[in-house]
C-alpha cells in the first residue's frame, strides 16, 4: 500500500479512539506521557489542510514506536496495545 493509498477515516478513527482511551486512564507515568504526546502530535497533523500522507505515516510510527516501547507499563494501564500496534500495522500496509 503506498503511502496515497492510506485509509485517513481509520486514522481518524484509531486517533479518537486512542485519545479518548488515553482521557479515561488516570496513570501520569513517563511512558504514558509520551504517548498522549505523539497521539496529540498526530492529531495536530490530521488537522492540517491538505497534510501529507508522509507525516501522517510518520506520526503512526512514533506512535507505534511509544507502544512498543512502553508497552507493559501501558498494559498495566489498561491500554489494548496489541490491538492498537495491529491497527497502525494495518493502516501502514506492514501486517
Do not use: C
Not at 492510506?6 to 511512558?31: C, F, H, N, P, Y
Not at 497534510?51 to 498494559?75: M, P
Amino acid at each position: 500500500m503506498s503511502k496515497e493509498d492510506m485509509d485517513l477515516e481509520a486514522v481518524k478513527r484509531l486517533v479518537t479512539d486512542l485519545s479518548q482511551k488515553l482521557d479515561e486512564i488516570e496513570g501520569d507515568s513517563q511512558k504514558l506521557r509520551e504517548l498522549r504526546a505523539e497521539v496529540q502530535t498526530l492529531e495536530g497533523i490530521l488537522n492540517v489542510p491538505r497534510t501529507r500522507h508522509s507525516w501522517i505515516a510518520e506520526g503512526l510510527t512514533s506512535v507505534e514506536a511509544a507502544f512498543q516501547d512502553g508497552a507493559t507499563e501501558l498494559v498495566a494501564d489498561g491500554v489494548k496495545v496489541s490491538a492498537y500496534l495491529s491497527e497502525i500495522g494495518r493502516i501502514l500496509g506492514m501486517r
